[in-house]
Nanobody
Framework: QVQLVESGGGLVQAGGSLRLSCAASGRSFSGYAMAWFRQAPGKEREFVASISWSGGNIYYADSVKGRFTISRGNAKNTVHLQMNSLKLEDTAVYYC?????????????????WGQGTQVTVSS
């Protein structure tokens, strides 16, 4: 059974930092891309960042470019999201996702496995 478990969310003041982590288990994810999405109340789930198996290909949403950094752990079945200079509009539930494909993608429907999500709240 595939399981993705996120951690690292919490409450932080605007301008602060948080580091999210996601560990995938239950099958081999060798070669597959991983990503972070987020969903704010009343809004659709939106793409944040994605990373290839090797870490050589990375995409960011324009809204987080220059502030967030996605990376894969040494075990390759883990992915991290370092979030700096957080803004009020970054408040959302953040989800980890894995895609049964080598290529990167922007849309939630293109990802096959999802975590339960971790809440990030940025306060003024």
């Amino acid at each position: 059974q595939v399981q993705l478990v996120e951690s690292g969310g919490g409450l932080v003041q605007a301008g602060g930092s948080l580091r999210l982590s996601c560990a995938a288990s239950g099958r081999s994810f060798s070669g597959y891309a991983m990503a972070w999405f987020r969903q704010a109340p009343g809004k659709e789930r939106e793409f944040v960042a994605s990373i290839s198996w090797s870490g050589g290909n990375i995409y960011y949403a324009d809204s987080v470019k220059g502030r967030f950094t996605i990376s894969r752990g040494n075990a390759k079945n883990t992915v991290h999201l370092q979030m700096n200079s957080l803004k009020l509009e970054d408040t959302a539930v953040y989800y980890c996702a894995v895609r049964n494909d080598y290529g990167l993608a922007y849309y939630p429907i293109e990802y096959d496995y999802w975590g339960q999500g971790t809440q990030v709240t940025v306060s003024s």
